[in-house]
């Protein structure tokens, strides 16, 4: 699962690194280290001249009426009623430089590239005059699976543009949509204060080497 992610570069340097204009967002400013569902992220989608990067809004209401949808299963997504016609023609990804897990009891991750490249979250996304998006996930492989079982989906940059493409096959689809390859990443113990919404500062993705966060005894 993917519930809260960062991103620590500027929207200069996302413009250079993915050949693409990143506009500034007002209310995401970058960089950005605790970014939560509910609010304006940045993502690249396909246009008829390439690609084009803008804001859009993360999550949409659930169909059952009780908060946002912020992921997408990438194995059922192309099945599925509320995300079959995005994950067929409407997908973007999104962008950041990490992402956060929670490993029991309480202890939160920040999970990043060895290579200190920003990463590209597959994504569906739901024109309009509100743009939402929600991030896919898949299997976590390897050591990532001890941390938690899903991880988001991350897509190359090789593979940005076939990705984007609305007229890819569901075959070719599902083909990316494969298990998330832990070999070129890397995580580390991050602060408990991730946990708080309102923290926003780059010691968050930083080693954290402080206390284990303490866990409320049970009353029953």
Known sequence: MCGRFANRFTASELTTMFKTAIPLSNSQPLPAYNITPGVDILTIQANPSGRSGGAMHWGVPSP?????LINARGETMREKQTFRDAALARRCVVLASGWYEWKAPKQ???????DEAPMAFGALYWPGETPRCVIVTTAAEGNLASLHHRAPLLIDLADLDQWLDPSLSSLEIGEMTKPTDADHLIWHPAPPEVGNNKSNHAGLIAPYDGPAPEVQASLF
Request: proline share 8%.
């Open 64 to 68: 059952m009426g009780k908060g946002l």
């Open 108 to 114: 939160p991750y920040h999970i990043a590239r060895r």
